[in-house]
């Protein structure tokens, strides 16, 4: 038996896929005379079967992406189809270079060339080269790579990491559980694995070389225990705590329609952290009252090129209309830390936490923050639309933002486009800064959400995703509560409200605490709000329990 960080309660049974993330090594660069003509074959059973792999790539994208998205891979076709790509690669091997060299050296070439180009779009293709020429190379290495999004059975995903972009991808009618060697409890892949709902352990050393493909695993993420090739009687207990698991779930699908008010009759407000559009139905069959948080990076990094504002706008439009009057709190972009976007090619940091990253972005990157506002502008017309900017550290960044958020809207006063003109605004309090000027702070904004994510790790010095110091990530630190209860009182004094949107809202440790400070809104992944809205219904707001 062992254990990890467990992030996403519940227990699978199964079979493994092992998703080894190998970089793919090139043994041999050159070869004989007389093997010219075997490598060459190779090659061109290599391309045409990568051909074929695209095209199924493509047809899988088409259903779960629809058809805008499915047609990168149709550029990927037609460079693999090119006779002038062959040529040169096969010039190489006529020069004596192996097949996977030869690819490389063109993609390099190719690359290279590209990276000369003024246009953003066109240098955003170099993500697809270098994804075309990995996969080429691959197969003619026969080295597998990872397509969580191509798994067709029902599997247990062991890996080193996923990004929070590859585990956006899984399909959880196939993929039951995963475990992990790297990750912490509030890793983007962790919150992710979470709102899916699918069991997961992470942080779980070596986890990669004590198992094989097609081992039969149970990952318990309840009582953090993973078994390899259990005993029978192991599978048989595990079964009944999954059972009895299930029926607690089921007791709690009363909560769901039911308000959050306490025993005192004070009624929070219960929302949704979601990352997709696909989420808003689960928020809403698990009795979301709004969308407390839409992390609009994964419209970013889920693809190879910037969203546009048109896809944007459809995208921010069909939430408003489906939440109709309930609000939709829509974060502006917050790409880096965990979270990288290859096509934006962000410099590589040494401290990406404490780096590059969000609002940071935007100073210089001002087209693609206009490009946001506006869809989120344009798209406030057709609902309950809120913007919120996150990682603020001062007052001078309010005021940019403010201040691009007024062009954006006077642009599109002249082209005479409807918005919501009084639409509010709020920040994320995930900084101690933010949190020691949250005074100021209230002044300038209408709310306040504490991203109690990023506030740990900040507060405590303590890499919100590295196992290695998992232990000392701890939420409820009295630095991190001072905090909190800061700036729910720097908010209330200045009449505007704020709600908690990271991991500590859906604490059950942690809500009598930030009933008790009047928190006014908990917003947290939908899986868990029955159980937030029992715990509430069995609490006080005010008398001493
Ligand atoms: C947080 O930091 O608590 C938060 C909700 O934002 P994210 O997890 O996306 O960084
Ligand atoms: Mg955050």
Not at 216 to 233: A, G, L, M, R, V
Not at 239 to 263: G, P
Request: with cysteine.
């Amino acid at each position: 038996m062992i254990s990890g960080i467990p992030v996403s309660e519940g227990i699978a049974f199964g079979k493994v896929l092992l998703i080894k993330q190998k970089d793919i090594m090139i043994k041999r660069k050159k070869i004989l005379k007389e093997e010219i003509h075997l490598e060459i074959e190779k090659f061109k059973k290599s391309i045409n079967y990568t051909i074929k792999q695209t095209k199924s790539i493509k047809k899988h994208a088409k259903k779960n992406l629809g058809e805008e998205k499915s047609n990168i891979f149709e550029g990927h076709i037609m460079i693999l189809e090119d006779e002038e790509f062959s040529k040169d690669i096969i010039d190489l091997i006529n020069d004596k270079y192996t097949a996977e060299t030869a690819v490389k050296k063109i993609i390099e070439k190719q690359i290279n060339e590209m990276k000369n180009i003024k246009s953003l779009y066109l240098r955003s293709r170099i993500a697809d080269i270098k994804d075309i020429g990995k996969r080429l190379i691959s197969n003619i290495l026969k080295v597998n790579i990872k397509n969580l999004k191509k798994i067709n059975k029902k599997v247990i995903l062991i890996s080193k990491d996923f990004t929070p972009s590859e585990t956006s991808q899984i399909d959880v009618s196939n993929v039951l559980g995963f475990a992990t060697e790297l990750g912490g409890k509030t890793s983007h892949t962790s919150i992710i694995a979470k709102s899916i709902g699918i069991p997961a352990i992470v942080g779980v050393k070596n986890i990669t070389k004590k198992v094989n493909n097609e081992d039969y695993i149970i990952i318990d993420s309840i009582n953090n225990e993973i078994h390899i090739n259990p005993k029978k009687n192991i599978i048989t207990s595990k079964k009944k705590i999954k059972e009895k698991f299930l029926k607690e779930i089921k007791n709690l699908k009363m909560f769901k329609k039911l308000k959050a008010i306490t025993l005192d009759g004070k009624i929070i407000k219960i929302g949704a952290n979601i990352n997709q559009i696909s989420d808003i139905n689960i928020a809403k069959k698990n009795g979301a009252q709004s969308i407390g948080l839409y992390r609009t990076e994964f419209l970013y990094i889920d693809k190879n090129t910037l969203p546009t504002e048109e896809e944007q706008f459809l995208t921010y439009k069909s939430m408003a209309k489906e939440m109709k009057n309930k609000e939709v709190i829509i974060r502006t972009l917050d790409i880096g830390g965990d979270k990288n976007c290859k096509y934006l090619n962000l410099p590589k940091e040494d401290n990406p936490f404490l780096g590059y990253r969000a609002i940071r972005i935007y100073m210089e990157k001002k087209t693609i923050f206009n490009t946001q506002l506006r869809a989120i502008l344009r798209a406030s017309k057709y609902g309950k639309l809120k913007i919120m900017f996150p990682m603020i550290i001062s007052l001078k960044e309010i005021h940019f933002l403010k201040k691009e958020l007024n062009n954006a809207k006077k642009e599109l006063k002249k082209e005479k486009i409807q918005f919501n003109k009084n639409i509010k605004i709020g920040i994320m309090i995930e900084t101690p800064a933010a949190a020691l000027i949250s005074n100021d702070l209230a002044k300038e904004v209408d709310f306040f959400s504490i991203g109690s994510n990023d506030l740990t790790q900040y507060t405590l010095a303590v890499d919100r995703g590295n196992q290695l110091v998992s232990d000392l990530y701890d939420p409820m630190h009295p630095a991190v509560i001072k905090l909190i209860k800061m700036v729910v009182k720097a908010s209330h004094s200045h009449g505007k409200w704020t709600g908690i949107c990271g991991e500590l809202a859906s604490n059950p440790n942690a809500i009598k605490f930030l009933l008790k400070i009047g928190i006014d809104e908990l917003s947290v992944n939908s899986p868990d709000i029955p159980n937030i809205k029992k715990i509430i219904r069995n609490s006080y707001f005010q008398r001493k329990e």
